[in-house]
Protein backbone atom coordinates (compact mmCIF):
# COMPACT_ATOMS: atom_id res chain seq x y z
CA UNK A 1 0.00 0.00 0.00
CA UNK A 2 1.09 3.66 -0.73
CA UNK A 3 0.03 6.55 0.68
CA UNK A 4 0.46 10.45 -0.33
CA UNK A 5 -1.04 13.59 1.64
CA UNK A 6 -1.20 16.97 -0.16
CA UNK A 7 -2.94 20.11 1.54
CA UNK A 8 -3.80 23.07 -0.76
CA UNK A 9 -5.26 26.54 0.71
CA UNK A 10 -8.54 28.51 -0.85
CA UNK A 11 -8.23 31.46 -2.43
CA UNK A 12 -10.28 34.68 -2.24
CA UNK A 13 -11.11 36.50 -5.80
CA UNK A 14 -10.54 40.49 -5.81
CA UNK A 15 -11.65 40.55 -9.12
CA UNK A 16 -14.49 38.02 -9.59
CA UNK A 17 -14.53 34.68 -12.22
CA UNK A 18 -18.50 34.85 -12.99
CA UNK A 19 -20.10 33.79 -15.97
CA UNK A 20 -18.09 30.82 -18.48
CA UNK A 21 -16.98 31.11 -21.60
CA UNK A 22 -17.04 26.81 -21.86
CA UNK A 23 -18.93 24.81 -19.62
CA UNK A 24 -17.52 21.77 -20.23
CA UNK A 25 -13.53 22.92 -20.06
CA UNK A 26 -14.42 25.64 -17.11
CA UNK A 27 -13.31 28.55 -18.79
CA UNK A 28 -13.88 31.63 -17.56
CA UNK A 29 -15.61 35.16 -19.42
CA UNK A 30 -13.26 37.19 -17.85
CA UNK A 31 -9.77 37.53 -16.33
CA UNK A 32 -9.73 37.38 -12.15
CA UNK A 33 -7.68 37.95 -9.36
CA UNK A 34 -7.07 36.37 -6.34
CA UNK A 35 -5.31 36.07 -3.45
CA UNK A 36 -3.78 32.77 -2.09
CA UNK A 37 -4.81 32.52 1.39
CA UNK A 38 -2.85 30.01 4.12
CA UNK A 39 -4.66 29.00 7.25
CA UNK A 40 -8.09 27.93 4.99
CA UNK A 41 -6.73 24.34 3.66
CA UNK A 42 -7.76 20.95 2.54
CA UNK A 43 -5.84 18.24 2.94
CA UNK A 44 -6.45 14.94 1.37
CA UNK A 45 -4.63 11.76 1.56
CA UNK A 46 -4.97 8.96 -1.08
CA UNK A 47 -3.78 5.62 -0.39
CA UNK A 48 -4.09 2.62 -2.02
CA UNK A 49 -6.06 -0.52 -1.95
CA UNK A 50 -5.98 -4.24 -2.91
CA UNK A 51 -7.10 -4.76 -6.83
CA UNK A 52 -9.94 -6.13 -5.33
CA UNK A 53 -11.32 -3.23 -3.43
CA UNK A 54 -13.43 -0.94 -4.70
CA UNK A 55 -12.85 3.01 -4.50
CA UNK A 56 -13.74 4.57 -0.62
CA UNK A 57 -14.55 7.97 -0.46
CA UNK A 58 -14.08 9.36 3.61
CA UNK A 59 -14.98 12.98 5.14
CA UNK A 60 -12.81 14.43 8.22
CA UNK A 61 -15.20 16.38 10.41
CA UNK A 62 -14.15 19.35 12.18
CA UNK A 63 -14.64 16.57 15.37
CA UNK A 64 -12.30 14.62 13.52
CA UNK A 65 -14.21 11.83 12.58
CA UNK A 66 -14.79 9.74 9.83
CA UNK A 67 -17.32 9.55 8.22
CA UNK A 68 -18.36 8.38 4.17
CA UNK A 69 -18.72 11.12 2.09
CA UNK A 70 -21.90 11.65 0.63
CA UNK A 71 -24.37 13.87 -1.52
CA UNK A 72 -22.92 15.73 -4.10
CA UNK A 73 -19.42 15.70 -2.17
CA UNK A 74 -18.91 12.04 -2.85
CA UNK A 75 -20.41 12.44 -6.51
CA UNK A 76 -18.05 15.39 -7.36
CA UNK A 77 -15.10 13.92 -5.96
CA UNK A 78 -15.37 10.52 -7.94
CA UNK A 79 -16.09 11.99 -11.05
CA UNK A 80 -13.03 13.53 -10.61
CA UNK A 81 -10.89 10.62 -9.42
CA UNK A 82 -12.29 9.40 -12.67
CA UNK A 83 -11.31 12.09 -14.68
CA UNK A 84 -7.49 11.93 -12.69
CA UNK A 85 -7.25 8.47 -13.87
CA UNK A 86 -7.93 8.86 -17.27
CA UNK A 87 -5.52 11.28 -17.36
CA UNK A 88 -2.65 9.35 -15.58
CA UNK A 89 -3.53 5.99 -16.26
CA UNK A 90 -3.55 4.54 -12.98
CA UNK A 91 -6.72 1.83 -12.21
CA UNK A 92 -5.70 0.46 -8.51
CA UNK A 93 -8.17 0.94 -5.82
CA UNK A 94 -8.10 3.70 -3.94
CA UNK A 95 -9.36 5.44 -0.05
CA UNK A 96 -9.95 9.13 -0.32
CA UNK A 97 -9.89 11.19 2.59
CA UNK A 98 -10.87 14.65 2.42
CA UNK A 99 -10.57 17.59 5.29
CA UNK A 100 -10.72 20.90 5.49
CA UNK A 101 -10.05 23.98 8.53
CA UNK A 102 -13.10 25.70 7.31
CA UNK A 103 -16.96 25.41 6.10
CA UNK A 104 -17.46 24.14 3.52
CA UNK A 105 -19.12 24.70 0.50
CA UNK A 106 -20.16 28.22 2.06
CA UNK A 107 -18.92 30.14 0.05
CA UNK A 108 -15.01 30.32 1.35
CA UNK A 109 -13.74 28.39 -2.01
CA UNK A 110 -13.55 24.81 -0.55
CA UNK A 111 -13.68 23.18 -3.98
CA UNK A 112 -11.03 25.22 -5.16
CA UNK A 113 -9.02 24.34 -1.81
CA UNK A 114 -10.28 20.48 -2.11
CA UNK A 115 -9.98 19.82 -5.86
CA UNK A 116 -6.19 21.35 -6.27
CA UNK A 117 -5.18 19.04 -3.35
CA UNK A 118 -7.05 15.69 -4.99
CA UNK A 119 -4.99 16.97 -8.09
CA UNK A 120 -1.59 17.15 -6.92
CA UNK A 121 -2.20 13.92 -4.16
CA UNK A 122 -3.51 12.29 -7.12
CA UNK A 123 -0.43 13.52 -9.43
CA UNK A 124 2.23 12.31 -6.53
CA UNK A 125 0.72 8.64 -5.73
CA UNK A 126 1.51 8.67 -9.66
CA UNK A 127 4.81 9.58 -8.88
CA UNK A 128 4.51 12.98 -10.94
CA UNK A 129 5.52 16.55 -10.07
CA UNK A 130 3.29 17.96 -12.93
CA UNK A 131 4.02 21.78 -13.53
CA UNK A 132 1.72 24.50 -12.28
CA UNK A 133 0.00 24.81 -15.88
CA UNK A 134 -0.75 21.24 -15.80
CA UNK A 135 -1.59 20.84 -12.36
CA UNK A 136 -4.18 23.90 -12.32
CA UNK A 137 -6.09 22.69 -15.56
CA UNK A 138 -6.41 19.63 -13.82
CA UNK A 139 -7.97 21.29 -10.84
CA UNK A 140 -9.95 23.12 -12.86
CA UNK A 141 -11.15 20.19 -14.97
CA UNK A 142 -12.95 19.31 -12.00
CA UNK A 143 -15.98 21.95 -12.77
CA UNK A 144 -14.21 24.45 -10.22
CA UNK A 145 -12.39 27.19 -12.41
CA UNK A 146 -11.29 29.29 -8.53
CA UNK A 147 -9.54 26.05 -8.31
CA UNK A 148 -7.04 26.52 -11.26
CA UNK A 149 -5.45 29.89 -9.25
CA UNK A 150 -5.02 27.80 -6.07
CA UNK A 151 -2.16 25.74 -7.04
CA UNK A 152 0.20 29.09 -6.94
CA UNK A 153 0.46 31.35 -4.57
CA UNK A 154 0.72 34.95 -3.26
CA UNK A 155 -1.65 37.26 -5.91
CA UNK A 156 -2.91 34.91 -8.77
CA UNK A 157 -4.43 36.08 -12.07
CA UNK A 158 -6.11 33.91 -14.28
CA UNK A 159 -6.30 33.22 -17.08
CA UNK A 160 -2.98 34.75 -16.77
CA UNK A 161 -3.21 36.43 -20.04
CA UNK A 162 -6.98 38.15 -20.43
CA UNK A 163 -6.28 38.32 -24.25
CA UNK A 164 -6.49 34.31 -24.44
CA UNK A 165 -8.99 32.86 -21.94
CA UNK A 166 -7.89 29.40 -22.00
CA UNK A 167 -4.42 30.58 -20.39
CA UNK A 168 -3.00 29.22 -17.70
CA UNK A 169 -3.36 31.37 -14.55
CA UNK A 170 0.13 33.23 -13.31
CA UNK A 171 1.48 34.82 -10.37
CA UNK A 172 0.84 38.40 -10.40
CA UNK A 173 2.78 39.32 -7.27
CA UNK A 174 4.60 36.54 -4.69
CA UNK A 175 2.39 36.83 -1.37
CA UNK A 176 5.77 38.85 0.11
CA UNK A 177 5.00 41.65 -1.82
CA UNK A 178 2.16 42.85 0.43
CA UNK A 179 1.53 40.40 3.15
CA UNK A 180 -2.36 41.14 3.50
CA UNK A 181 -4.17 39.93 6.03
CA UNK A 182 -8.02 37.97 5.60
CA UNK A 183 -10.28 37.95 8.29
CA UNK A 184 -13.11 35.65 7.25
CA UNK A 185 -16.15 36.46 9.37
CA UNK A 186 -18.55 33.84 9.00
CA UNK A 187 -22.47 35.00 9.80
CA UNK A 188 -24.05 31.51 8.34
CA UNK A 189 -21.43 28.20 7.72
CA UNK A 190 -24.11 25.79 5.94
CA UNK A 191 -23.84 25.53 2.29
CA UNK A 192 -25.28 27.46 0.09
CA UNK A 193 -28.55 27.14 -1.83
CA UNK A 194 -27.24 27.47 -5.63
CA UNK A 195 -24.70 26.47 -6.44
CA UNK A 196 -21.54 28.52 -7.65
CA UNK A 197 -21.80 26.44 -10.86
CA UNK A 198 -25.57 27.24 -11.62
CA UNK A 199 -24.49 30.71 -10.64
CA UNK A 200 -22.04 31.24 -12.95
CA UNK A 201 -24.58 29.65 -15.73
CA UNK A 202 -27.42 32.07 -14.97
CA UNK A 203 -24.90 35.14 -14.81
CA UNK A 204 -24.75 35.88 -18.61
CA UNK A 205 -28.80 36.50 -18.32
CA UNK A 206 -27.96 39.61 -16.09
CA UNK A 207 -28.97 42.66 -18.25
CA UNK A 208 -26.20 44.02 -16.64
CA UNK A 209 -23.80 41.59 -17.58
CA UNK A 210 -22.30 43.81 -21.08
CA UNK A 211 -21.96 46.39 -19.16
CA UNK A 212 -19.74 44.55 -16.49
CA UNK A 213 -17.66 43.06 -19.18
CA UNK A 214 -16.91 46.66 -20.53
CA UNK A 215 -15.92 47.85 -16.89
CA UNK A 216 -13.62 45.01 -16.07
CA UNK A 217 -10.58 45.42 -18.16
CA UNK A 218 -10.14 49.09 -16.66
CA UNK A 219 -10.92 47.92 -13.21
CA UNK A 220 -8.21 44.96 -13.50
CA UNK A 221 -5.44 47.42 -14.10
CA UNK A 222 -6.35 49.49 -11.21
CA UNK A 223 -6.25 46.72 -8.73
CA UNK A 224 -3.30 45.53 -10.77
CA UNK A 225 -1.56 48.65 -9.98
CA UNK A 226 -2.93 49.36 -6.03
CA UNK A 227 -1.14 46.14 -5.86
CA UNK A 228 2.28 47.03 -7.05
CA UNK A 229 1.86 50.33 -5.63
CA UNK A 230 0.72 48.66 -1.95
CA UNK A 231 -2.18 51.26 -2.56
CA UNK A 232 -4.61 50.49 0.08
CA UNK A 233 -7.54 53.36 -0.96
CA UNK A 234 -6.84 52.27 -4.19
CA UNK A 235 -7.05 48.59 -3.46
CA UNK A 236 -9.92 49.14 -1.96
CA UNK A 237 -12.29 51.25 -4.26
CA UNK A 238 -11.58 48.47 -7.02
CA UNK A 239 -11.99 45.27 -4.77
CA UNK A 240 -15.37 46.51 -2.51
CA UNK A 241 -16.92 47.66 -6.32
CA UNK A 242 -16.23 44.28 -7.68
CA UNK A 243 -17.78 42.56 -4.83
CA UNK A 244 -20.85 44.69 -5.30
CA UNK A 245 -20.90 43.75 -9.31
CA UNK A 246 -20.50 40.50 -8.69
CA UNK A 247 -23.69 40.31 -6.34
CA UNK A 248 -25.41 42.34 -8.72
CA UNK A 249 -25.11 40.47 -11.49
CA UNK A 250 -25.84 37.17 -9.45
CA UNK A 251 -29.55 39.17 -8.21
CA UNK A 252 -30.44 40.88 -11.52
CA UNK A 253 -30.22 37.18 -13.21
CA UNK A 254 -32.73 35.38 -14.38
CA UNK A 255 -33.96 33.43 -12.38
CA UNK A 256 -31.96 36.09 -9.35
CA UNK A 257 -29.32 34.36 -7.11
CA UNK A 258 -29.32 35.67 -4.10
CA UNK A 259 -26.56 35.24 -1.47
CA UNK A 260 -26.52 37.82 0.43
CA UNK A 261 -27.99 37.77 3.89
CA UNK A 262 -29.10 41.07 6.54
CA UNK A 263 -25.95 39.87 8.12
CA UNK A 264 -23.78 40.08 5.26
CA UNK A 265 -24.44 43.90 5.00
CA UNK A 266 -24.49 44.75 8.80
CA UNK A 267 -20.23 43.62 8.53
CA UNK A 268 -19.91 45.41 5.35
CA UNK A 269 -21.24 48.85 6.78
CA UNK A 270 -18.67 48.42 9.78
CA UNK A 271 -16.39 47.55 7.54
CA UNK A 272 -16.93 50.57 5.81
CA UNK A 273 -17.28 52.70 9.00
CA UNK A 274 -13.93 51.14 10.22
CA UNK A 275 -12.13 52.68 6.63
CA UNK A 276 -13.80 56.26 7.30
CA UNK A 277 -11.97 55.89 10.76
CA UNK A 278 -8.62 55.66 9.22
CA UNK A 279 -8.41 51.73 9.54
CA UNK A 280 -6.60 50.27 6.08
CA UNK A 281 -9.71 47.68 5.76
CA UNK A 282 -12.14 46.63 3.13
CA UNK A 283 -14.32 43.81 2.17
CA UNK A 284 -15.13 41.44 -0.33
CA UNK A 285 -17.51 38.55 -0.97
CA UNK A 286 -17.80 34.89 -2.59
CA UNK A 287 -20.77 33.63 -3.55
CA UNK A 288 -22.07 32.96 -0.13
CA UNK A 289 -22.91 35.28 2.58
CA UNK A 290 -19.98 35.19 4.53
CA UNK A 291 -17.34 38.16 4.36
CA UNK A 292 -13.69 38.41 3.55
CA UNK A 293 -12.26 41.59 5.48
CA UNK A 294 -8.66 42.50 4.20
CA UNK A 295 -6.65 44.36 5.77
CA UNK A 296 -2.76 45.54 5.78
CA UNK A 297 -0.63 43.69 8.68
CA UNK A 298 -0.39 47.15 10.84
CA UNK A 299 -4.23 47.30 11.19
CA UNK A 300 -5.10 43.80 11.76
CA UNK A 301 -5.44 43.45 14.93
CA UNK A 302 -7.45 46.66 15.60
CA UNK A 303 -9.87 45.23 12.75
CA UNK A 304 -9.67 41.81 14.64
CA UNK A 305 -10.81 43.35 17.67
CA UNK A 306 -13.48 45.41 16.31
CA UNK A 307 -15.23 42.30 14.42
CA UNK A 308 -14.93 40.49 17.50
CA UNK A 309 -18.00 42.56 19.03
CA UNK A 310 -20.14 41.84 15.85
CA UNK A 311 -22.63 39.74 17.50
CA UNK A 312 -23.71 38.53 13.30
CA UNK A 313 -20.27 37.32 13.25
CA UNK A 314 -20.57 33.81 14.50
CA UNK A 315 -17.23 32.89 13.68
CA UNK A 316 -13.90 34.69 12.44
CA UNK A 317 -11.13 32.68 10.84
CA UNK A 318 -7.91 34.92 10.76
CA UNK A 319 -5.86 34.59 7.79
CA UNK A 320 -3.52 36.13 5.48
CA UNK A 321 -1.94 35.79 1.80
CA UNK A 322 -0.13 32.70 1.58
CA UNK A 323 1.81 29.80 -0.89
CA UNK A 324 0.34 27.61 -2.89
CA UNK A 325 -0.31 23.56 -2.22
CA UNK A 326 2.21 21.37 -0.97
CA UNK A 327 2.70 17.58 -0.03
CA UNK A 328 2.48 17.14 3.87
CA UNK A 329 3.30 14.29 6.55
CA UNK A 330 -0.12 14.66 7.55
CA UNK A 331 -2.08 11.36 7.11
CA UNK A 332 -5.86 12.28 7.80
O1 LIG B 1 -14.75 28.12 -8.88
P1 LIG B 1 -16.20 28.22 -8.67
O2 LIG B 1 -16.99 27.53 -9.71
O3 LIG B 1 -16.59 27.80 -7.27
O4 LIG B 1 -16.62 29.75 -8.80
C1 LIG B 1 -16.05 30.77 -8.04
C2 LIG B 1 -16.92 31.94 -8.03
C3 LIG B 1 -16.49 33.06 -7.11
O5 LIG B 1 -15.97 32.54 -5.92
C4 LIG B 1 -17.73 33.89 -6.77
C5 LIG B 1 -15.50 34.01 -7.76
C6 LIG B 1 -14.08 33.53 -7.89
O6 LIG B 1 -13.42 34.01 -8.83
O7 LIG B 1 -13.59 32.77 -7.04
Avoid at 47 to 53: G, K, R
Wanted: glycine residues 6%; hydrophobic residues 40%.
Amino acid sequence: MSSVSVSSPSNIALIKYWGMSDAEQTFPVNASLSMTLSRCISTCTLETLDCEATDEVWWKGEDGLLVPANGPMRKGISQHVLRLRHHFDFWQPLRIITANTFPTGAGIASSASGFSALALAFASLCGQAPSTDLLSALARLSGSGSAARSVLGGFVQWPGDPGDLQSPPRQFAPPDHWPLHDLIAVVDPSPKSVSSREGHRRALSSPHFPTRQKLLPERLKNLQQAILAQDFAAFADAVECEAIELHMIAMTSVPPVFYWQPATLAVFYHVQQLRRDGLQVCATFDAGPNIHVLCTPVHQPAVSEALRNLPVIRQLIPDRIGDGPSITEIQL
